[in-house]
């Protein structure tokens, strides 16, 4: 299984979720890749946000050699499920996809509910680790077809 997780930066919400799907999935010996990116371009070739890098460690998982990369059309070829964070991210996404197979394997990672952006507030990182992992523990549940 290959899963991409996307956000608007590449640098706070989506490595958080690549971060933790990775680990959950070889915790569980899924054999699962993980990757991620943003819709936007600004931050291509950086590292995480300092304080995704910060929130992820407190809760024993590194993302710190994450680099940000920009989503691309190629990325619907690569990847079986994409994630996205809120409503722009999947409009975004879903505006490049180039047919119905494509548009099927993107969905808010949290079902019907956003992760919203936390680049302005450093009191959001951490309830968003929490939704992230909430809803990772979700997916993986549904693709498996068993809670973890
Ligand atoms: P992210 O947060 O989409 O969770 O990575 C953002 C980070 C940077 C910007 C926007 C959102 N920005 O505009 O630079």
Redesign the pocket.
């Known amino acids: 299984m290959k899963i991409l997780m996307v956000?608007?930066?590449?640098?706070?919400?989506?490595p958080l979720a690549e971060g933790v799907m990775q680990h959950l999935a070889d915790e569980h010996n899924l054999g699962w890749t993980v990757d991620s990116a943003?819709t936007?371009s600004?931050?291509v070739g950086e590292a995480p946000?300092r304080r995704s890098v910060l929130v992820a460690r407190n809760h024993g998982i590194d993302i710190s050699k994450q680099v940000c990369r920009q989503f691309r059309r190629t990325d619907f070829d690569q990847f079986d499920h994409i994630f996205v964070?809120d409503r722009n991210n999947l409009s975004d996404v879903l505006n490049m996809a180039r047919n119905e197979q494509e548009a099927a394997k993107v969905k808010l990672l949290l079902g019907d509910k956003v992760v919203p952006?936390?680049?302005y507030d450093d009191s959001r990182f951490e309830p968003v680790f929490e939704l992230i992992e909430g809803g990772c523990k979700d997916i993986i549940a549904e693709l498996r077809g068993a809670r973890v």
């Open positions: 956000c608007l930066g590449n640098i706070c919400r989506s943003g936007g600004w931050h946000d964070m952006d936390p680049y």
